[in-house]
């Protein structure tokens, strides 16, 4: 079955600063790739996500990329600011199922 | 449109007893699914349906029990609670699947205890 690993954890930058958080996965046959920000005892929500027919996807201040050959996906946000601080997962999947990674933690500092 | 809602909000359980947590939608999605979600675990998916009378099993089904009878409702059952089993369930849903073209929604959420 699909493994979606995340990476950092956590990530701490200071406001105006980009940050990238990146996520692998196993499984050639996953085709779709949404990021989900979570705040504090808030439900997930998608703010972005990547087919494996597109190779990039931008949306105002965050974008998504993908390299299939490789099997990883990275999300980047640039000029962060403090609302930007929230959990936020990958996930990655097909056949109607998802896999979710861990989660990244972000702190944007004032 | 309600979107997707998940009563309770909180419960307590004991060891051992059971209990059902409900879920429903108000956007005629075909699709609904249920995940935990644990410190540092991500969600997990638990049972999913493709439509009602259709469920199967995701990555963490042993414990629990779902039914579809309508599209709107999808309530997870969860049949002799654990300690194990605390955590916070979220209940989701799409047009057609959480990897189409559609977006996936998520309810508010259970927080679940098991002393």
């Known amino acids: 079955g699909e493994n979606v690993e995340q990476h950092p954890s956590t990530l701490s930058v200071q406001e105006g600063d980009s940050a990238v958080i990146k996520c692998t996965y196993s499984?050639?046959?996953?085709?779709?790739f949404p990021w989900y920000k979570q705040e504090l005892g808030k439900r997930p929500q998608l703010i972005i996500d990547?087919?494996?027919?597109?190779g990039e996807k931008k949306d105002q201040r965050i974008a998504v990329t993908l390299n299939k050959t490789a099997k990883h996906f990275s999300l980047h946000i640039t000029e962060t600011q403090p609302e930007d601080s929230a959990v936020y997962f990958c996930a990655g999947g097909s056949q109607g199922n998802l896999i979710f990674g861990k989660g990244t933690k972000l702190s944007v500092k004032p | 449109n309600a979107g997707v809602t998940q009563t309770p909000k909180f419960q307590v359980l004991k060891t051992g007893q059971s209990m059902t947590l409900q879920c429903a939608q108000d956007m005629n999605h075909e699709y609904m699914s249920w995940y935990r979600q644990d410190p540092g675990m991500g969600l997990r998916l638990i049972h999913y349906?493709?439509?009602?009378?259709?469920?199967d099993q995701g990555e963490v089904p042993n414990g629990y029990n779902v039914s579809r009878s309508t599209t709107e409702d999808f309530p997870l059952r969860l049949l002799s609670a654990a300690p194990s089993q605390t955590s916070v369930y979220f209940c989701?849903?799409?047009?057609?699947?959480?990897?189409?073209?559609?977006?996936?929604?998520f309810g508010p959420g259970t927080r679940l205890t098991v002393t």
């Open positions: 349906s493709v439509g009602a009378g259709i469920t």
């Open positions: 989701a849903s799409s047009r057609t699947g959480p990897t189409s073209v559609h977006e996936q929604y």
């Open positions: 990547i087919r494996s027919n597109v």
């Open positions: 499984d050639s046959a996953s085709n779709y």
